[in-house]
């Protein structure tokens, strides 16, 4: 089809999403598909809902799209790595990275993950209220941290945290209207961001230059990253090692935190789902062990329990694509340069796939009601050639995690009322999460 056959084509006129909150935001975008329907015309683009449409961009047509301009702006924050590269770049990349994160390779990071929840766990004390979304943000990045590096990062992980903080606030004003023109102002703000970003990157120099010198061996993401080559150019430059450590330490952290932060949350208003959870994780590892990879097989409930966490609030909530030559999706026709959006906390509402879609019920991952679900009605780490590379270490650490700190306490949220949600880079809390433990 050509373009000048697409120019013929009249767009309904855009739908403005207007809302005073960011949990606003969705509720508009939902509110914008079932008016609309699966195709629905915005001012900054495209929303696609139906899942045969989420596969034609994701797979089918994933070659006729490029990384959105939103998307694009975040090199700014997060350099130049796997989340905001394209091209045969991009795919290079991939195949550098990959092999360091196939599930294969998972046996060496579970120890890393189960000791540092572990200790967190061993840390709680009965009756204590923590800030939930706070612990497992230290907690998962003590993890990849130590899964990069091989060493506890010790001092530097309030530093770091800060730095992903700050990351996550300048990808939201980027992204905001006039962005450009809120970075390049002399703000308070922006200064913070350019030394909290320069520590960061000193940080990541320095253990990357020590592993170089060092004579010792570590099986560490790092040293993996160092070793890999390809058949066309060899390994990666310091300034791609770096773009890289940030990308891992945004994605590894971030992403997997909030999971466990809304897993947490929503065991803790369903207590007989929290029961039957941790009868499962005591019936399938002994008190006189900690967690293995291998158990996680046999613990299909917590898999579908944190499936239906991330149907709900899934920490990739949205996924925007431009497109670099005209394409039909769907039976609907895009013109070049056009952006599209599919939203991973739209699809997964949508009653057509998910009855009740509001209801938190891990049930609906059992294989029986799984069966002849449409594959494109679930989509928590995107898919085709961008399918998060990091998905099995993701499953892997969530996994582990809740079934470490299960075996010792429950939970109560402390609060009530509605859960403001912060759909940024990734769909955190709008506020922190406090919650009450009880040793078992």
Avoid at 23 to 52: K, N
Avoid at 234 to 250: N, R, Y
Wanted: with cysteine; aromatic share 8%.
């Amino acid at each position: 089809m050509t373009e000048t056959a697409i120019e013929t084509i009249k767009p309904p006129a855009p739908r403005r999403v207007s809302a005073s909150t960011p949990s606003e935001w969705l509720d508009s975008l939902t509110t914008l598909a079932r008016e609309e329907g699966d195709v629905a015309r915005m001012r900054r683009g495209w929303l696609l809902s139906h899942p045969d449409a989420i596969r034609d961009v994701l797979v089918t047509h994933d070659r006729s799209f490029t990384k959105s301009p939103a998307l694009r702006r975040a090199r700014f924050t997060l350099g130049n790595g796997l989340l905001t590269n394209e091209g045969p770049s991009y795919q290079r990349q991939r195949r550098l990275i990959q092999p360091s994160l196939h599930p294969k390779s998972l046996g060496g990071y579970a120890a890393i993950m189960v000791r540092h929840a572990a200790e967190a766990a061993d840390a709680w004390r009965d009756g204590q209220t923590i800030d939930l979304h706070r612990e497992m943000m230290r907690l998962t990045l003590r993890i990849v941290g130590e899964a990069l590096f091989s060493t506890p990062i010790g001092p530097e992980v309030d530093q770091i945290g800060r730095a992903m903080d700050a990351n996550v606030g300048m990808f939201q004003r980027l992204t905001s209207p006039w962005g450009w023109l809120k970075v390049l102002a002399p703000t308070p703000f922006t200064f913070r961001f350019l030394l909290a970003r320069r520590r960061l990157v000193n940080t990541l120099r320095r253990f990357i230059a020590a592993r170089r010198t060092s004579s010792e061996s570590h099986d560490d993401l790092l040293s993996r990253l160092l070793k890999a080559r390809d058949a066309d150019s060899g390994g990666m430059s310091e300034s791609l090692l770096i773009d890289e450590c940030v990308t891992l330490f945004a994605a590894g952290h971030e992403t997997t935190a909030n999971a466990l932060t809304f897993t947490l949350w929503l065991l803790a208003q369903h207590p007989e789902v929290m029961d039957r959870l941790q009868g499962e994780v005591c019936r399938v590892v002994p008190t006189e062990r900690p967690p293995t990879i291998e158990d996680l097989d046999e613990m299909p409930y917590l898999r579908m329990v944190l499936a239906e966490s991330m149907r709900l609030y899934s920490p990739a909530w949205i996924i925007g694509r431009q497109v670099i030559e005209p394409c039909v999706v769907n039976g609907h026709m895009l013109k070049r340069r056009e952006v599209v959006f599919v939203s991973q906390w739209v699809t997964h509402r949508d009653p057509r796939w998910w009855p009740d879609p509001d209801r938190f019920d891990p049930e609906r991952f059992s294989p029986a009601r799984s069966a002849g679900r449409h594959r494109w009605s679930y989509f928590p780490f995107g898919g085709g050639s961008r399918l998060c590379v990091g998905e099995s270490f993701a499953w892997a650490e969530a996994m582990l995690v809740l079934s470490t700190l299960l075996r010792t306490w429950r939970m109560e949220w402390a609060d009530s009322g509605p859960m403001p949600l912060d759909p940024g880079i990734t769909l955190r809390p709008g506020r922190e999460i406090r919650m009450r433990l009880g040793r078992l």
